[in-house]
């Protein structure tokens, strides 16, 4: 993966940062399982690559609970996609209290390159601002 | 005076180049259909050409996030068949079972948030979850029983990691197995209910001439093993698919369009799967699906939602009893030596037959690939069922006629199901 594995290497940096209560799990393609790890949760707190116009390596920050932002509904070809996942959690009651999801700007995405500087000090920042959140929530 | 009656339905995705949908008619006759659909497989061969067999399980799987394993299945018996080997016993038995759980969440989530909306009235399954919630949650509860098993065996639910050419890199316990089984012994009452529920709708008159063209194993309901049959004479194995079937470059579309050689279209999916392989259903399945109103040949495209229901229960029963007969391979894969040669895999899709081809090298690379997926072979079908719904329902008014156009290609799970609820619709009259 190249700067499209944010996602996950936001949760590689969480390791060991956060308490045993908060479960780090890895979500690709179909978002209807994240239905599940919603029910029932507290927070939670979401972080994808986008693609939205903005500078590489810029983290957008929204409240989950106030609306998806247009520019980053994918047009998935057969697939629930997080915003739509929203819309049906909200539906059929299973969102959290609180849900905030974070946007990391990518850049480049060919197969095996590895994170591109400016994504790897994105990562970092929000890696720690989760900390912090998970630390504030508690 | 000529009344032309255009109607052009293009995805949000057009920034994609994904596909679209446009009818045109001039007096009340048909003057073109046209369905198109973009192909992602086709950047995947190029891909492929270089790397390690060992990539191909893994890198093809990517092609699709809904039937990853349809793509790791094809790929590792295609590279096995190459090689002269094949993978019998528990590891065959998990194969199966890995594709039960596909099949599920796969037919689950297309039922009940795909194609039911279009039954019921529904502009989506989010808008339809809003009124019948109970019934939704039912579907998403089933879905996750087939994510579970995915998860398990593929090491994770979406695009697996576990499988490899000769069986798996980590096996199960059965004590890991077991604990599957509460929740698909709900999920098999809740497949019942849900075969109940779609063969309540309403459905448009339809008994199509269908080519049906299905894997055919002679003991099983079919994933991955057997010959490639028609409902029309084809009875060949899986190395000879160019043989009789042929990809053709259509002028109007950049999509290439799949036919039996000297005759034409072919439909793969469920309904030719049921049609092919009823008797191999199990006996709950088969009293089911005629309890539920459908013939063991089902020609009208319409009830597709049925099959797949009837398919989902199917698949529920055999992970059941895989589960309940799984012994713990002493090995989690069969070893091999890498060779040149060619492979061939042919296992069915939850949408349909998949074909892989290889060439590989001495040293297992590949030389070449061929992956045709299922709904590059529906294409050809889709219009032809497209230009029969329209005469059908020329009287609609547009936005009526755009929904049961909608509708019937939704019929075929298409790789574009979720698109086709975004779409952007243009009617021009002159």
């Not at chain 2, 996030?65 to 349809?70: D, E, H, K, L, Q």
């Amino acid at each position: 993966m190249g700067d499209d594995a944010a996602g996950p290497a936001v949760i590689d940096r969480l390791a060991e940062r956060v308490p045993a209560s908060v479960a780090l799990v890895e979500s690709v393609g179909d978002a209807t399982h994240l239905l599940e790890t919603w029910r029932d949760a507290g927070l939670a707190i979401i972080v994808d690559a986008v693609v939205s116009g903005g500078a590489a390596g810029s983290i957008h920050r929204i409240d989950g609970m106030q609306g998806f932002p247009s520019a980053w509904r994918s047009a998935s070809t057969h697939l629930v996609g997080l915003a739509e996942a929203i819309d049906l959690g909200d539906a059929v009651g299973v969102l959290p209290e609180v849900m905030v999801i974070y946007g990391i700007e990518i850049d480049r995405v060919e197969p095996g390159v590895g994170l591109s500087p400016t994504i790897d000090q994105a990562v970092d920042e929000v890696a720690a601002g989760i900390v912090e959140l998970c630390r504030g929530y508690a | 005076m000529t009344n032309a009656r255009e109607i052009s339905v293009e995805y949000l995705a057009r920034v994609e180049g994904e596909g679209s949908m446009r009818v045109k008619v001039v007096d009340d006759q048909i003057e073109d259909v046209e369905f198109s659909i973009f192909e992602p497989p086709r950047f995947f061969e190029a891909f492929l050409r270089g790397r390690p067999h060992t990539d191909a399980p893994d890198i093809t799987a990517r092609i699709c996030g809904i039937c990853p394993i349809a793509y790791q299945m094809s790929s590792v018996h295609a590279m096995e068949d190459a090689f002269g080997f094949t993978v019998g016993g528990s590891l065959r038995e998990l194969r199966r079972l890995i594709y039960c759980g596909e099949w599920i969440e796969s037919h689950v989530l297309h039922v009940y948030l795909l194609h039911a909306p279009d039954f019921l009235g529904y502009e989506s399954g989010i808008h339809m979850a809003a009124d019948h919630r109970e019934v939704v949650e039912r579907g998403l509860r089933m879905k996750k029983a087939g994510n579970d098993i995915v998860a398990l065996l593929g090491g994770r639910e979406i695009h697996p990691i576990n499988v490899r050419v000769g069986g798996f890199y980590r096996t199960p316990t059965k004590k890991e197995l077991q604990a599957l089984v509460p929740e698909l012994e709900w999920a098999k009452d809740a497949a019942l209910e849900t075969i109940n529920w779609t063969a309540g709708f309403t459905f448009p008159e339809a008994d199509l001439d269908f080519e049906f063209v299905s894997v055919c194993h002679p003991d099983e309901y079919p994933f991955n093993e057997g010959n490639i049959v028609s409902n029309k004479g084809i009875d060949v194995p899986v190395s000879q698919f160019n043989e009789f079937f042929t990809e053709e470059h259509v002028e109007r579309s950049n999509a290439l369009h799949s036919r039996v050689r000297g005759r034409g279209a072919y439909h793969v999916g469920p309904l030719a799967r049921y049609a092919i392989n009823f008797e191999k259903l199990t006996p709950l399945a088969q009293q089911s699906a005629l309890d539920a109103g459908l013939e063991p040949v089902c020609n009208n495209p319409f009830k597709s939602i049925i099959v797949r229901s009837v398919e989902t229960l199917y698949a529920i029963e055999e992970a059941l009893r895989i589960i309940d007969e799984y012994e713990e391979p002493a090995e989690p894969y069969v070893s091999y030596t890498p060779k040149a040669g060619v492979g061939h895999g042919a296992t069915e899709a939850p949408r349909g037959m998949l074909y892989h081809q290889y060439r590989l090298h001495e040293d297992g690379r590949i030389a070449d690939a061929q992956i045709t997926p299922p709904t590059a072979q529906n294409q050809l079908t889709i219009e032809s069922d497209l230009r029969f719904v329209l005469e059908q329902h020329l009287d609609l008014p547009d936005p009526e006629l755009t929904w049961v156009l909608e509708q019937s290609i939704r019929n075929y799970d298409p790789c574009i199901s979720c698109a086709t609820h975004f779409l952007d619709l243009t009617v021009e009259r002159v």
